[in-house]
């Protein structure tokens, strides 16, 4: 695999890795004790640490990342093996 090939697949894994760690370790105001501004979302975070959030994703990211390409190169996972309903060996006949 080239390794503009190898970054982009990365810097998709970083992007969907956003949407999973953005849930985690946010709290509220309410939750924190303090006072909502008038027009705040109730779900609205008290304080939001950016540079926290994106060292978490570029962990998640990078393990994420890390076994794709060992699937890759070891073959772990492959088309046919998620192929259930067998047509794969229809094709070939």
């Not at 909502?36 to 926290?52: C, I, K, L, M, Y």
């Not at 070891?74 to 088309?79: R, S």
């Given at each position: 695999?080239?390794?503009?090939?190898?970054?982009?697949?990365?810097?998709?894994?970083?992007?969907?890795?956003?949407?999973?760690?953005?849930?985690?370790?946010?709290?509220?105001?309410?939750?924190?004790?303090?006072e909502r501004v008038p027009g705040q979302a109730d779900s609205a975070p008290h304080e939001f640490r950016a540079g926290r959030v994106a060292l978490?994703?570029?962990?998640?990211?990078?393990?994420?990342?890390?076994?794709?390409?060992?699937?890759?190169?070891?073959?772990?996972?492959?088309?046919?093996?998620?192929?259930?309903?067998?047509?794969?060996?229809?094709?070939?006949?």
């Amino acid at each position: 695999m080239r390794w503009t090939s190898a970054l982009a697949i990365y810097v998709l894994f970083w992007a969907f890795s956003v949407f999973l760690v953005l849930p985690f370790g946010v709290r509220t105001t309410e939750e924190a004790g303090g006072e909502r501004v008038p027009g705040q979302a109730d779900s609205a975070p008290h304080e939001f640490r950016a540079g926290r959030v994106a060292l978490r994703v570029t962990i998640v990211a990078t393990i994420l990342f890390a076994l794709f390409q060992l699937n890759y190169y070891y073959g772990w996972i492959t088309p046919l093996s998620a192929d259930y309903l067998g047509l794969a060996n229809m094709a070939v006949r």
